[in-house]
């Protein structure tokens, strides 16, 4: 048995062994705390404000030798560039020197946990997830202090590089090619060390619980990307069994590569458009060579966070209409801004909320601030001219929200075609239905749109009132519960009713139990991340669309949570044996009823 096996979250698949090199540890486990001599305040104040200033030269320098397989990542340095100067964090540091009298590091370290705690009020993962990038700034500043600056030379051979955090200053200087494997203490799902893993497509795990403690420099261990586990010092036994497990994955990847361009068509004729999820234009490129058909969901809140300025609408649109000419023909769903009040407060000075998920997030933001949604509803219209795209509004409750929507979205074909510039008049126009409510009138709101995406994330949480970031009640995130069945195939239903396309852009159009029975409700697009597109298409291809409804039909006689994913289990085991070798999924969830 192992020495030690921790877990975290897999965010990149795939199985790697080798030897653990540390690049850094916690920097503010350490911090030197002093208090100081009225008379070397002042002193204290300049070395500080110096350190900030040389790590902004560090940057500064660093963007300039990005690699240029690496370019992309320079955007991620200049997000941090904004964070360096944007005052808060600089003038909170000095303020502790000059009134608490205490050295630059000890400041520094007070100004981040002040920030870290405002942040950790907040309800959004991906929100969370950019506090991270605050700390990784004020590590940089601790490095200026300390004098001790990043050496990575002595990394050499192929590694499982272990590290607190790894910063995209980090990755510009280290040599990619000889990395196996990422694991991080901090990090989540939507990290810069995911993205950078899977565009680099090797395994990785961050958010490990004791990475620090139970990792030594040399240990051999296994990251398992797969299941989001990491194994220090492996016996025999289980050295083989992963020896094993990654070869078969490699041979499975390479299986499914070769086939992942052929569309998503059941052995019977049946279509299945597969598209990915993105949030970064970097992840484009991933998403052509899995054979994606198009972006089904882009997520445009990263284009407004970490800066001191909101963006305009030039800047939109030349993101916008790269993307889609990029895409093109494929299509191109752009998710108009899906952010809170209570995501915005260090640009807006907004209001507090007691529980910011059921407060003023999404359209209902939207409608708070009109102008910044009207901005980047212009530039989206806009940018329909070098590609196919389609606008897609999140949150809708109801018939008030899509029809105000709507407005907006007329209001701005008008004014573009009275200053004459060039737009799509025709853009399809769409809404993601992910609440209740929005599914007890789906007949209704089918009727005024082009389309609907059902976000099951969202649907699931709300429908079964827990947060599945939550570890006390994660278990009950049930996928395949019998109410959120009947509401899936309530709105599949509804569309068709209406002539409108449905799609799926949840977490459970890439899971290989649920895609068979979403496919026997006749759903007409599937959107996943990019990596898991090749898979599903596979699973597609060799299904037979009447095993699909037929399998729906037992689905829903079922009245427990337990007794469907017995029956989808035993169904899908015989059919796809292969494919759940390397899926987490239903079988990982605590049978609850």
């Known amino acids: 048995m192992a ?263 059941t052995r019977d004729g049946y279509s299945v458009e597969v598209m990915a999820n993105i949030e970064l234009f970097e992840e484009v490129a991933q998403v052509i060579d899995n054979g994606g058909e198009g972006v089904g969901l882009y997520r445009t809140e990263y284009s407004y966070m970490n800066r001191s300025q909101l963006p305009d609408e030039e800047e939109l649109f030349e993101e916008y209409s790269d993307l889609a000419s990029i895409l093109a023909p494929r299509g191109l769903t752009i998710r108009s801004l899906d952010i809170g009040a209570d995501k915005m407060l260090s640009h807006f000075g907004g209001f507090e909320e007691s529980n910011p998920a059921l407060g003023m997030r999404a359209i209902r933001f939207c409608m708070r601030h009109p102008d910044i949604f009207k901005t980047q509803v212009r530039a989206v219209l806009r940018a329909g001219i070098y590609g196919p795209i389609r606008i897609m509004f999140p949150m809708i409750s109801g018939l008030k929200e899509l029809r105000y929507a709507k407005a907006v979205f007329n209001e701005a074909k008008a004014e573009l075609k009275r200053e004459g510039r060039d737009f799509d008049p025709l853009m399809p126009f769409g809404i993601m239905v992910e609440l209740p409510s929005a599914v007890m009138v789906a007949e209704f709101l089918a009727q005024e749109v082009d389309f609907f995406s059902i976000g099951t994330n969202d649907l699931i949480q709300y429908s079964l009132g827990i947060d599945r970031t939550n570890r006390g009640v994660s278990y009950l995130y049930q996928p395949l519960h019998p109410a959120i069945v009947r509401m899936i195939k309530q709105v599949v239903d509804a569309a068709h009713m209406s002539g409108i396309e449905v799609g799926l852009c949840g977490e459970m159009a890439a899971d290989p139990f649920c895609v068979p029975i979403l496919m026997g409700m006749g759903v007409d697009s599937l959107s996943m991340g990019p990596q898991a597109v090749p898979g599903i298409k596979r699973i597609i291809r060799q299904t037979d669309m009447d095993e699909c409804t037929e399998l729906l039909k037992m689905v829903l006689k079922s009245r427990t949570v337990s007794r469907t994913n017995r029956l989808v289990r035993d169904i899908i085991y015989q059919r796809y044996p292969e494919e759940l070798t390397f899926y987490s999924s239903l079988l990982d969830i605590e049978e609850a009823n």
């Open 3 to 265: 020495r030690y096996t921790i877990t975290g979250i897999p965010v990149s698949s795939g199985i790697a062994i080798g030897k653990a090199v540390f690049l850094n540890r916690n920097r503010f486990e350490h911090v030197p705390r002093h208090s100081l001599s009225e008379g070397a305040v002042e002193g204290e104040t300049e070395r500080l404000k110096q350190a900030f200033a040389q790590t902004e030269d560090y940057l500064e320098g660093l963007r300039k030798r990005v690699p240029r397989e690496l370019r992309d990542h320079a955007l991620i340095i200049d997000s941090h560039l904004m964070i360096l100067r944007d005052p808060k964090l600089t003038d909170k540091a000095v303020n502790f020197v000059k009134e608490h009298r205490i050295n630059a590091e000890w400041a520094l370290e007070k100004a981040v946990g002040e920030l870290r705690d405002a942040f950790s009020a907040l309800e959004d993962p991906y929100i969370r997830e950019r506090m991270n990038d605050v700390r990784m700034v004020a590590e940089r500043v601790l490095i200026q202090l300390s004098g001790e600056l990043t050496d990575f030379s002595h990394v050499q051979g192929r590694v499982a590089l272990m590290a607190h955090d790894l910063t995209p200053a980090d990755t510009v200087e280290l040599s990619l090619d000889k990395i196996l494997c990422l694991a991080t203490s901090l990090g989540a799902k939507t990290s810069h060390t995911g993205i950078l893993a899977r565009s680099l497509q090797i395994p990785a795990v961050v958010g490990v619980d004791e990475l620090e403690e139970k990792v030594q420099d040399g240990d051999l261990v296994v990251v398992d990307g797969l299941k989001g586990r990491i194994l220090v010092e492996p016996d025999d036994e289980e050295l083989a069994h992963y020896e094993e497990l990654g070869d078969q994955f490699e041979a499975y990847q390479k299986s499914i590569i070769r086939f992942c361009h052929l569309p998503g068509e």
